[in-house]
């Protein structure tokens, strides 16, 4: 089905309650595995529907904020979303406490129930207020990051048009791009304080209802993580400033070389990797398009499949416009059993990085839509990371058709990249930690934190002072600090993992693409450590890891220069 022929409804709240309080009455009382099972399938199909009306609803209200039917349903979802979280409760805890347990694992798969045990401590019925004012702040924030109208170069743009400006080899034209960013973000940084504060305490206060001593525990268990834990990340933090952090520092002295400018570089010299300019992808966003479309027919015929139908069914809203939330996503329409694609295409090599990051993400959806209960189609974030991170590197084998001239440039810098973001999101996850272990911060002390925390990180940064970046609040634009807790750091250890298969890729993309194909069918019958094990691969954990991968990336790096 098309994506606008998709008929939105309100769900009916009343509805959903009697549905599961139903569910969860039968689960308890089933006679055998096969009634509880059936059951608990019933509901499954019930809640892909509420699923399947946020999704649609969230959608065409990203698509356009100033949308007032949708606006408005947005926030009935940020409502009734923690609403809908205590009903699922209710079915869940029944699942988890049949006596028919042991032959439901071996029917849905242990992992869903490992999952559910992680839900069912992670929620209270009185914890509602504190989500509800929790999901109000957040589209609170992405609507003021949305509303960014910019005067630049004689026209008015959002901040995603603004882009092309600051990647601009023109020194003049990039450093007052960044500058009228950092405008925007200065006048309202009274407001981000507040709305970051805000979230702060909200989230502080349900983990000490939940019995928690700060924020932290309940963080890791909204995000379902189930073979690794705080701990771990720490651990990962150690061999990230041990093995990358010098090594991007190198990279980036290098660029510094390149583009003749001082070392540490001002945030408005680092994303700029040649005098002469970035790779830029050849012709319209239809023509990115189809050459998106050429790739996956190249790569597997499933590929080729799979983006026919994203095409064919209007499943990608690339084009950045005003009103427009800012970023990109992918999400499941789980009753019409279709992947959406939300992007910000701008005319850089971050076009073609949505064609595979955020296609990554929904080839995996597509591939187990038919999983049920919907919970086995796809894996906790971290991991459905790699399925999107992968494929970025799976895409260097359409480069010249992407890019023309400039594959080999986008190559490099797609490394490169790949490498300097691992200590940066790194730090992100850091920052976060200290914030939740002590919530009594103030803004400034915050601040101060981040400042701090990026001369460990990202020692080639000059924290000049200037407005807004050079003040130590580059944080404030990183919309998963405000909307997704705890969610940075599974973008680490993905790109971990995805530069462990295109080490393999170097030596053999069909082995490469067999072991991700293992991984992706997987979906969510595995936890992150046993997807990674089926793939053949080391976890990100330990010191071989990272090491392996640093050590592949400057030997091909040295043998690819460009000047």
């Not at 101060?448 to 200037?466: C, F, H, Q, R």
Request: proline share 4%; glycine share 6%.
């Amino acid at each position: 089905m098309k994506f606008s022929d998709m008929k939105y409804v309100r769900p009916d709240m009343e509805a959903m309650k009697a549905a599961s309080e139903k569910a969860a009455n039968a689960i308890s009382t089933a006679a055998s595995a096969d009634e509880a099972a059936a059951a608990y399938l019933e509901w499954d199909k019930i809640s892909g529907g509420y699923n399947t009306m946020y999704s649609l609803c969230y959608i065409r209200h990203t698509i356009n904020t100033e949308d007032k039917f949708y606006s408005d349903e947005n926030e009935f979802f940020d409502t009734s979303n923690p609403t809908f979280t205590e009903y699922g409760q209710a079915v869940s805890k029944a699942l988890s406490e049949s006596p028919f347990r042991k032959e439901l694992e071996k029917r849905f798969g242990r992992v869903m129930f490992l999952n559910t045990d992680i839900f069912l401590k992670s929620f209270s019925p009185k914890i509602i207020p504190e989500m509800q004012e929790d999901n109000r702040l957040t589209t609170e924030y992405e609507k003021l990051i949305a509303s960014a109208q910019i005067e630049f170069d004689g026209k008015t743009l959002t901040l995603s048009q603004l882009t092309p400006y600051k990647q601009s080899p023109d020194d003049s034209i990039r450093h007052k791009a960044w500058a009228a960013e950092s405008g925007f973000y200065k006048e309202h940084a009274d407001e981000l304080d507040r709305i970051y504060d805000d979230l702060v305490r909200v989230r502080n206060a349900e983990a000490v209802k939940m019995g928690f001593a700060d924020y932290v525990p309940l963080g890791y268990l909204n995000m379902c993580r189930s073979s690794y834990n705080a701990l771990d990340v720490e651990k990962f933090r150690e061999a990230v400033i041990k093995y990358i952090v010098p090594q991007a520092d190198r990279l980036y002295r290098e660029q510094a070389e390149r583009l003749g400018v001082k070392y540490p570089l001002k945030y408005a010299d680092t994303p700029v990797s040649y005098r002469d300019g970035n790779a830029v992808p050849k012709g319209s966003p239809e023509d990115i398009l189809e050459a998106g479309r050429r790739f996956y027919r190249k790569l597997s015929p499933l590929t080729a499949e799979f983006f026919d139908f994203m095409m064919e069914n209007e499943l990608m809203d690339v084009l950045s416009r005003k009103g427009k939330a800012a970023g990109g996503y992918c999400t499941e329409l789980t009753d019409f059993e279709s992947p959406f694609i939300f992007a910000n295409f701008n005319g850089t090599q971050g076009d073609v990085e949505v064609i595979t990051h955020e296609a990554g993400h929904a080839f995996a959806a597509y591939v187990n839509r038919h999983k049920r209960p919907a919970e086995n189609q796809l894996p906790t974030l971290e991991s459905c990371e790699i399925h999107s991170m992968t494929m970025e590197f799976f895409g260097w084998e359409s480069a010249e058709d992407f890019f023309g001239e400039g594959a080999a440039k986008f190559c490099r810098k797609h490394l490169e990249d790949a490498i300097k973001f691992i200590p940066y999101g790194t730090m992100v996850d850091h920052f976060q930690h200290i914030v939740y272990n002590r919530p009594e911060l103030t803004p400034e002390e915050r601040i101060n934190e981040w400042k701090k925390l990026t001369a460990v990180y990202m020692p080639w940064i000059d924290l000049d002072g200037s407005p807004f970046y050079g003040e130590g609040r580059a944080w404030q634009r990183q919309t998963h600090i405000y909307e997704r807790p705890f969610y940075y750091i599974d973008y680490c250890l993905a790109q971990t993992v995805a530069l462990e298969f295109w080490v393999i890729m170097q030596k053999d993309r069909k082995e490469a693409f067999e072991r991700y194909m293992k991984l992706v069918s997987l979906g969510g019958e595995e936890t992150f450590d046993g997807l990674v094990a089926a793939a053949g691969l080391d976890t990100p954990f330990g010191d071989e890891a990272l090491k392996t991968v640093a050590a592949a990336a400057d030997k091909w790096l040295s043998e690819n220069m460009i000047d």
